[in-house]
């Protein structure tokens, strides 16, 4: 019997299919699967990104790179900036970065109003003769979902209490009009499924909820995110294909399962179905990765910042929980079309949060913060770094030396595919570089929304102290942050000792806490022939406007000089 | 603990080389292949793995317990030794090595 012969028998009953039935409520359980086992395996998986990224930092270099590595690194690196540079007083830079962040905030808004307003038709077209309620429901759904992916991308300093405020009057609306479908539908015959359906729907709303508060945990997003681009991709093309040519290939899926009573062409075959099935599912990982590819370029050329992305893939999973959980269960009513729904659903919001950002801002390179700091995990001093990096990124770019701290706060997507596919190392530097080549390496003007990069400098252990140095010497404003300083955090007394030697600490601002031996600072600036009297130093408080304009106050009379 | 390096071609490709036991090439070769970016080994393992699998499974459960266990011994102790004789052999250079007392932090 030929290993094809299957291909002439009749395929099985509709019901032994294997993704056949409910094929989009299929995808939908296994995007949503996937993505919580990201969520729930995320700290293991920013542990191994932490573990890696100090192996790569403490490489040493036993040999110069040949001129093509150089070559080919130069590639990732961003466009001349324009020579003009934002001018203006602390005063106007700090209104000029608030004016941003109401544009940033006013298109999201509108981005998110259109998102919810889509969800009315949409829901029209996939769901069958929907009564008004089921509009309204889909249109509140749709709201109360998208809130989180919208609060990433606005300004950090009152989201967190609008949003959890936001969430509770959205269940509110949600479970009321869940309600009043519940009772109009119990009037009719065969009420009683409705109750229990009601249950379900709001069970999966708290469920869906609750993940994507997981994975837009800041903590976790940074990580979450891209890999779970990958994961959908590999879902789509592994299911989507599958549910193309399943009917058309006879009973030969039916055998996959290999047993010792086979024959040997179902052996064969069935081997043959794992090769096809390991190929297509590598292809899925590679399309998977370019995908993500593709989102980096985009952040990398500034057409979109690494906040909006978060937000634009979020809205995206909101979309393909939504219509693929709409969708009943009798799939042969709908075509696979139906499964670009949520990228429909995406465009218009995306064209509407372009318009409204309107033109990209007329401005040059900002006010660069170098941010010189005591490598650490406490949740609390990270969250002074996150709320003075968000907003300064307004400002200016905000240049720091890569470590296993900022594993919590500034992975792009683009590190994140790094490290998924093994290349992270490509981002260090293995030798210290000349001030030139390394400024080329640090975008330094805005993308199309008006935020600045936050700029990582990765180096390997017999390359950092060259490199800092030179950074050192590039910066105009620098923010040293010795909150936990002891005499054993050499290496943030090694940059200590850079400023003194350089006669930099008129550059400065130092923040210290109650842990800071300023003893240690002051002997270690003494014996560069500097003392700690003339630094600048301020306690860790809220008032992150002072702070900002204090910066900005050094950083133009270092400019004068 | 297993020792990282760099090794570097004339192109300027740049690969991660970890010397030891590989726990994922015991488990899946063609994985392991994948990840130090050996594209046709990685296609040459799937299909050797495939065939092995529909071979093995005839025979009884201790016997294809006792064959995983030297498979996953024999694979993760040779792989690492495979990538760097097929690194050396097509000219690679070691470019960067951790020592090993580690990193220094800051």
Redesign the interface.
């Known amino acids: 019997m030929s290993i094809l012969s299957c291909l002439d028998q009749p395929p099985p009953p509709p019901e032994e299919l294997l993704i056949g039935d409910g094929l989009f409520n299929i995808i939908g359980a296994m995007v949503f699967g996937s993505i919580a086992l990201v969520a729930l395996s995320a700290p293991l998986i920013r542990r191994a990104y932490r573990k890696h990224v100090?192996?790569?930092?403490?490489?040493?270099?036993?040999?110069?790179?040949?001129?093509?590595?150089?070559?080919?690194?130069a590639a990732h690196s961003l466009a001349a900036a324009p020579a003009a540079r934002t001018v203006g007083s602390p005063a106007q830079l700090l209104e000029q970065a608030s004016s941003w962040e109401t544009r940033v905030t006013r298109a999201t808004a509108a981005g998110w109003l259109t998102f919810v307003l889509m969800a009315w038709p949409l829901m029209a077209l996939i769901t069958p003769d929907p009564s008004l309620l089921d509009q309204l429901d889909a249109v509140a759904g749709a709201g109360l979902l998208a809130l989180i992916p919208m609060f990433a991308n606005l300004p950090q300093r009152w989201k967190k209490k609008v949003l959890m405020v936001s969430i509770v009057i959205g269940l509110v609306v949600v479970t009321g009009l869940e309600v009043a479908i519940s009772v109009a539908e119990s009037q009719q015959p065969g009420g009683a499924e409705e109750e229990a359906s009601l249950l379900e729907d709001i069970a999966a709303a708290v469920l869906v909820l609750g993940l994507l508060y997981t994975i837009f945990h800041r903590r976790l997003r940074g990580l979450v995110f891209p890999v779970s681009v990958v994961i959908t991709v590999f879902v789509l093309v592994i299911v989507l294909p599958l549910a193309l040519v399943e009917q058309h290939l006879g009973s030969c899926l039916s055998g996959v399962q290999?047993?010792?009573a086979d024959t040997g062409s179902d052996?064969?075959r069935?081997?043959g179905l794992?090769?096809i099935f390991?190929?297509v599912g590598?292809l899925g990982l590679w399309l998977g990765f370019q995908a993500v590819g593709v989102l980096a370029r985009f952040v990398e050329r500034g057409y979109l910042s690494d906040l909006s992305m978060i937000s634009l893939i979020g809205l995206g999973l909101v979309g393909v929980f939504l219509v693929f959980g709409a969708v009943e269960d009798t799939a042969e009513s709908y075509s696979l079309w139906v499964a670009w729904a949520p990228l429909l659903w995406l465009l218009l919001p995306v064209i509407v949060y372009r318009l409204v950002l309107g033109k990209r801002p007329d401005t040059g390179p900002g006010r660069d913060l170098l941010v010189l700091r005591?490598?650490s995990r406490d949740k609390k001093k990270q969250a002074f770094l996150d709320e003075l990096q968000s907003r300064w990124r307004y400002i200016g770019a905000v240049n720091l030396?890569g470590?296993?701290d900022m594993v919590d706060l500034n992975v792009d997507p683009y590190e994140c595919a790094m490290f998924l596919s093994?290349q992270l190392?490509?981002l260090f530097l293995?030798q210290a570089l000349d001030a030139r080549h390394l400024a080329a390496r640090f975008s330094n003007t805005p993308d199309h929304e008006g935020r600045y990069r936050i700029n990582e400098m990765f180096n390997?252990?017999t390359a950092w102290r060259e490199n800092v140095e030179q950074l050192i010497l590039l910066s105009e404003t620098i923010l040293l942050d010795v909150r936990g300083l002891t005499a054993e955090?050499?290496?943030?007394s090694?940059?200590i000792s850079l400023l003194s030697r350089h006669g930099l600490l008129d550059r400065v601002i130092a923040v210290g806490d109650d842990q800071t031996d300023w003893q240690h600072i002051g002997r270690q600036m003494e014996q560069d022939g500097q003392s700690l009297q003339p630094l600048k130093r301020i306690e860790e408080s809220k008032d992150f406007d002072g702070l900002i304009g204090r910066l900005l106050d050094i950083g133009m009379t270092a400019e004068a000089t | 603990m297993s020792r990282?390096s760099?090794y570097?071609?004339?192109?300027?490709?740049?690969v991660?080389h970890y010397s030891g036991f590989s726990i994922l090439a015991g488990i899946a070769l063609?994985i392991w292949a994948?990840?130090?970016?050996l594209y046709l080994f990685s296609v040459v393992a799937?299909?050797l793995e495939?065939?092995y699998?529909?071979l093995v499974?005839?025979l009884s459960d201790n016997v294809q317990l006792i064959l995983f266990a030297v498979q996953f011994v024999v694979l993760g102790s040779v792989a690492n030794r495979i990538h760097l004789y097929l690194l050396n052999r097509r000219g690679w250079?070691?470019?960067?090595?951790?020592?090993a007392a580690?990193?220094?932090?800051?």
């Open positions: 100090v192996r790569l930092m403490g490489l040493d270099q036993v040999r110069p790179r040949p001129p093509g590595w150089w070559q080919r690194n290999t047993s010792a052996q064969i069935s081997s794992a090769m390991a190929l590598l005591v490598f030396a470590g296993p093994s190392h490509e293995p390997f252990n955090r050499e290496g943030t090694f940059e | 990282l760099l570097v071609n004339d192109r300027g490709q740049c991660m063609f994948l990840h130090r970016r799937l299909a495939i065939t699998g529909a499974v005839q250079l070691l470019t960067d090595q951790e020592r580690g990193s220094e932090a800051t």
